[in-house]
């Protein structure tokens, strides 16, 4: 992620100014049931329980964990393809937790979603033009000049050539059919954009590219996203600010600075030490967690992690943490959270 290098070193220092959340997530849950067996016990998967964050106009939120930890599950009630269990999303002061019919259609023009698969998520059958002008015609929005110029007008905003406008998915790389998606995501004029790792299949000479895609429409348009990945080092050049999920639940959030520089949750700085550093080869630095993930279909009592931590007590195991402000200025859930730098 070298390409990167250059514009890390001025958002480094950004701040982020207090303004209103444009979304407001407060306790969101989602259990999906499940039965072993054909007359088996019926149960519930825990994929996300309790969860909390904001996200404020103009800011990307990065939202990180390791596979199964509950990131898709929650990005997908955030555009409302998958009902919560219970919990509250608000959207620009409106509860739209439950919404549906007309207002459901009218709220996903303000919030859009761009998948992880570039060539899944892309209709084989239709060509880049159909797919790009999909959202504009389920709305009925004709847009000055036609569909056809305004699809055009996106293709080239995303660096593609508007004159493919008749050409299929097939006939693209794997990084072009992303920017396809991204087209399609604009199409609306979005506000808000949850970017599902967007760019984890691609090619890595690839990923600096898109992100930085990413990062000029959201200067030009002032979008707002929700960047969903597992890859710590584009989430870092990415985003404002960090949210670290743990088996469903949230464990720490912080600005950029605070996660990586001074995580206060053992998880993220598991976590972090486990990113790959030249600098570090050879070092014992690195944080080796024992044990497997729980199931989450039974979580462990108290702290989640408890069972893998290097630091749980008796208290970990009976009593689950609230996310409390730390002395490391981030907010996480543990008892004895840590107090230094990382390394």
Not at 64 to 86: A, Y
Not at 144 to 158: D, N, S, Y
Not at 212 to 229: E, K, M, T
Request: proline letters at 7%; aromatic letters at 6%; hydrophobic letters at 35%.
């Amino acid at each position: 992620m070298t390409d990167l290098a250059d514009s890390t070193a001025s958002a480094a220092t950004t701040t982020v100014p207090a303004r209103e959340p444009l979304l407001k997530v407060e306790g969101l849950t989602k259990h999906f049931p499940v039965r072993s067996g054909g007359w088996g016990k019926a149960s519930v998967v825990r994929a996300v329980e309790n969860v909390s964050f904001e996200v404020r106009p103009g800011e990307t939120l990065g939202l990180v964990g390791e596979s199964g930890c509950g990131k898709t599950t929650t990005g997908r009630m955030l555009v409302r393809l998958l009902e919560p269990t219970s919990g509250k999303i608000t959207f620009e002061g409106e509860d739209i937790t439950r919404t549906k019919g007309a207002k459901l259609r009218k709220l996903r023009q303000d919030i859009q979603i761009i998948f992880q698969d570039p060539y899944a998520s892309l209709n084989p059958r239709h060509t880049v033009g159909r797919i790009v002008a999909m959202p504009l015609q389920v709305n009925g929005i004709e847009p000055p000049g036609g569909v056809k110029k305004r699809v055009q007008e996106l293709l080239e905003t995303v660096g593609l050539n508007p004159e493919h406008y008749n050409r299929y998915p097939h006939e693209f790389s794997g990084g072009q059919r992303q920017r396809i998606g991204i087209a399609r995501a604009l199409a609306l004029k979005p506000k808000l954009i949850v970017a599902d790792e967007p760019v984890s299949a691609l090619d890595v000479s690839i990923q600096a590219q898109v992100v930085n895609l990413l990062r000029q429409l959201q200067r030009d348009l002032g979008l707002s996203f929700v960047f969903i990945a597992h890859d710590l080092a584009v989430v870092r050049h990415f985003c404002e600010r960090i949210a670290v999920m743990y088996l469903g639940r949230m464990v720490e959030i912080g600005t950029r600075e605070q996660i990586y520089e001074k995580p206060a949750h053992p998880y993220t700085r598991a976590l972090l030490s486990a990113v790959p550093d030249v600098t570090r080869l050879g070092s014992a630095s690195r944080i080796k967690l024992e044990g497997d993930v729980p199931s989450p279909i039974d979580p462990p009592s108290g702290c989640v992690f408890h069972t893998r931590c290097w630091k749980a007590q008796e208290k970990c195991s009976a009593e689950a943490p609230k996310l409390l402000p730390n002395p490391n200025g981030s907010t996480s859930a543990c008892h004895f959270p840590e107090t230094g730098k990382l390394f």
